[in-house]
């Protein structure tokens, strides 16, 4: 049951921009080895929080820990090192590269790496090959093999966020953050991409995503967080939160 091992624990995590606070979390608790869903309303502040907790934002003022090490302040590509990464959309510029190298853009510390191989010494072309090799197993897992030298942009929106989440588990995460991991999917690839995310859990992994799908979070979340205008005001198992009709009314649009 959640709660009982937290993997991360927030306090006092404001951001503010401007005048405006987009994020103001009290206290807020992620379990471990389990399938957290971060719901509400756009502009609710899931994005910031999302953005500070992995380092590539910084709040101005709050602490929280990942595994029991405190992680404020510690940038973007430390935390990933540590365990926890997120997934990014796709961008214009990765879209004009093969999906393997997309891949290997997704490792740990070596952006670029692919690109200098005549360059660079053995060690380098062994840890390459190690990459490589791990970057193919994750596509084959994916059922993205046969698409490894296209272009990503030429891929489904589908196959797109298979690709983001295959690219995340590069690096070995302990914790994978899913930024809205069924948008643009079609429905014939939803089933698989909901059944790529239980299987994290399986692996031990923890899963925290955001969706405004609610059959989705129903699905597979074991726990779920309502956020609004930056505060969380609710949060337990899938069926308590969402059947709340206070909630329902309040932020989730009956
Ligand atoms: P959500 O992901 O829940 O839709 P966001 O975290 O993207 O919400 O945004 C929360 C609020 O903060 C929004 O009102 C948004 O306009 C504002 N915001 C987010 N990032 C910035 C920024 N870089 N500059 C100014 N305002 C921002």
């Known amino acids: 049951v959640p709660k009982k091992n937290p993997i991360v624990v927030a306090d006092g995590i404001t951001r503010t921009f401007g005048g405006f606070t987009a994020v103001n979390v009290d206290h807020v608790e992620i379990p471990a080895n389990a399938i957290t869903a971060l719901i509400g309303p756009n502009g609710a502040g899931k994005t910031t929080f999302f953005n500070l ?8 003022e709050g602490r929280w820990t990942f595994l029991g090490e405190q ?43 692919r690109f200098l191989t005549s360059l660079i010494p053995s060690t380098w072309r062994a840890r390459e090959e190690e990459l ?50 069924m948008a643009g999917v079609n429905p014939a690839l939803t089933q698989s991409l909901l059944g790529h995310i239980l299987a994290l ?22 726990w779920v967080i309502v956020m609004a205008e930056g505060k969380v005001v609710a949060e337990g198992s899938p069926d308590t939160v969402m059947d709340d009709p206070a909630v329902v009314e309040a932020y989730l649009g009956a």
Do not use: C, W
């Open 53 to 60: 907790l992995t380092g590539f934002d910084k709040p101005n």
């Open 71 to 113: 992680q404020y302040g510690v940038p973007a590509h430390k935390v990933a090192r540590r365990g926890m990464v997120r997934t990014f959309q796709l961008t214009k510029a990765l879209n004009l590269l093969s999906v393997i190298d997309n891949m290997l853009l997704g490792a740990p510390q070596r952006p670029g790496e």
């Open 132 to 181: 490589t090799a791990k970057a193919d197993d994750l596509l084959k897992k994916f059922k993205l093999d046969a698409k490894r030298e296209d272009f990503a942009g030429a891929l489904s929106g589908g196959q797109r966020k298979l690709l983001e989440m295959a690219r995340a588990l590069m690096s070995d995460p302990k914790m994978v953050m899913l930024d809205e991991p």
């Open 201 to 222: 859990k399986e692996e031990g992994m923890t899963v925290l995503f955001v969706e405004h799908d609610m059959h989705v979070v129903r699905e597979i979340a074991d």
